[in-house]
C-alpha cells in the first residue's frame, strides 16, 4: 500500500475527515493544509486505519486470549507485598 492511501480507513473515518477538512477550509487554510490536518486529527483520534490488513491486531487472537486471563483471588493476595505480622506474646 503506497504512502498517502487512505484505503485502510473506514466510511466514517473518511466522512470525519472530510468533515474537519471543510471546517479548516472555512477558517482559512490552504486545502493542502486542512487535508493534512483532517488525517492527523482522524489518526489522533482512532489511531489510524481500522479496517482488517492495516496492521492492526485481531481480535480473540491468541494474544488477546493470554492477556484477559484472570488471575483466582489466592493468587492476587499471595503476590501482595505486606509486612509481616508480629505475634504479641500473652501476658
Given at each position: 500500500m503506497p504512502q498517502g492511501d487512505k484505503g485502510s480507513y473506514t466510511s466514517k473515518q473518511k466522512r470525519q475527515a472530510e468533515h474537519i477538512e471543510?471546517?479548516?477550509?472555512?477558517?482559512g487554510r490552504s486545502t493542502k493544509a486542512a487535508e493534512r490536518?483532517?488525517?492527523?486529527?482522524v489518526n489522533k483520534q482512532d489511531g489510524?486505519?481500522?479496517k482488517s490488513g492495516s496492521g492492526r491486531a485481531q481480535r480473540g487472537g491468541r494474544a488477546s486470549r493470554t492477556r484477559?486471563?484472570?488471575r483466582s483471588s489466592s493468587r492476587k493476595t499471595s503476590r501482595r507485598t505486606t509486612r509481616p505480622r508480629t505475634v504479641r506474646a500473652r501476658a
Open positions: 471543510d471546517s479548516e477550509k472555512k477558517r490536518i483532517a488525517w492527523a486529527t489510524g486505519g481500522k484477559t486471563r484472570q
